[in-house]
C-alpha cells in the first residue's frame, strides 16, 4: 500500500458533475485528482445525442463530451486515476479514498459515482445479461431488427426505448405496474399512435422463460393476480436509477432510495465531503445539472480550504 | 501489436492459431463500445502473445451472428477455436485481463 501526498481535493467518478468540479478546483489553483473507474463521461458517455446540454446547437454525442470535459478539467492541471474505488474513510480532516493498491489522501472530497440502472432483482437476471435482457436500448436494439422485444417500465426513458425499439422491432410490448405511463405528455400520443406497441397495464414481469437465453416472460397483472406467458426474443429493462452509493453505506446520510442527502450547496452531513450529480437528492438529474453541481461544490471547497 | 481487423476471410486462420484471442464485439455508435476500445488497443499493445480482434457488428453482421453477439460491447476470449470466456458490457481494464489470464 503506497500513502500518496495529501491532495487539496479528491473527486470519485469521471462523469459531468465529476470533470466540472476538477475544471473548477483546478483553475483555482487546488491540486486536484479525479478517480474513474472506467473512462470519462460515466452515463452521459452512453447516450447518444445530448440535444439539452446548451451550447451545442446541433446536439452532441455523450462520449465526445466526456472526453472534452476531461480535456477542460486537463488542461489545467487535474489528474485522472484509473481506478475502482473500494472503500473511503471520511472520519478527520484528512479524508483517505482506496483504490485496489492504492490509497489517496485529501483535504476535501468530491463524490461524483453517479448512478447505475436498478435491476428487477428476479431470477436469473444478471446471467441472462447480453442473452435477451439489456438495460440499453439505444446500445442493443438494432439486434432485435423485426423481432419482438418487451420493454419493463412506465418513466420517461421506458417510452423513450419503446419508442425507439417501435421503430426497429415487429412488435413491442410495454409492461408497466401502473395503469398509466408516468413519462410526460411528449412521449404518449407516439406511443399510442405506434400500431406495434401493446401495454400491459398493472402489470409486472415476474420470471424469465429461456433456452440458453430470453424466449419469453411471465407477466402478473398485480389487481388480478392472473399470469400468463409472452414469447419475446428481447427484455429491456428501464425502470429507473440506482446510486451508486454501496462504499459509502454507514460512512455518509443516505436516504431511503441510497442517494446521498444534500442540498444545492452540494455539503454533505460531513465537512468537506460534497455529493455532485446524479448521486445526490436532487429534483432534475441532467447533465447540465449535474456540471453546475461540480462547480457549486468546487466552490464551497474552496471555501472551507481557506478557513 | 495493433488490434487486428476480424472480418468472415481471416477469423478462421486467427481463431484457430497457436495464440490466445480477444474479440472485441463493437459498433461506431455505441457510447460503451467507445469507453472499451483504447483499453483493447493497450491490451494488443502489451500482450503481443495475444491476437487481439476487433468486429464492427455493423460490417460483420454473420460473425456477430455466430457468437450470438445481442448486446455491445461484448468481449470473448477463444483459444485453439473454442470460446474459453466471454463478458458482456464495458468494463475496466483490470476485469478484461482477468478474462483472459
Redesign the interface.
Known sequence: MRMSHIHDMIIIGGGPAGYTAALYAARAGLDTVLIE???A?GQM????DIDNYPGFHEGV???TLGMNMLSGAERFGAKTH?G?VLDVDLMGDIKTVKT?GEEFCSKTLVIAAGANPRKLGIKDEENL????V?Y?A???G???KDKTVLVVGGGNSAAADALYLSRLCKKVYLVHRRDRLRATKIYHEPLMAAENVEFLWDSALTEFITED?VTGVKIKNLKTDDMHSIDCD?VFISIGRQPATEFLRGKIALDEYGYIIADETTKTDIDGVYAVGDIRTKALRQVVTAAADGAVAAHFAEEYLSR | MSAIKLNKNNFEEIINGDKKVLIDFY?D????C???S??VDEIADENPDIAVCKVNVDEEGEL?AKF?????P?LFVVEKGKIINSS???????QILALIK
Open positions: 473507474r472506467l473512462s463521461g458517455a452512453l447516450t447518444g454525442d455523450g462520449f484509473y475502482q485496489e445479461v447480453g442473452k435477451g439489456h440499453c439505444h446500445c442493443d438494432r439486434f432485435y437465453r428481447g | 459498433a455508435w455505441c457510447g460503451p467507445k469507453m472499451v483504447p483499453l456477430a450470438g453477439v445481442s448486446s455491445i461484448s458482456v458490457g464495458a468494463k475496466p481494464k483490470a
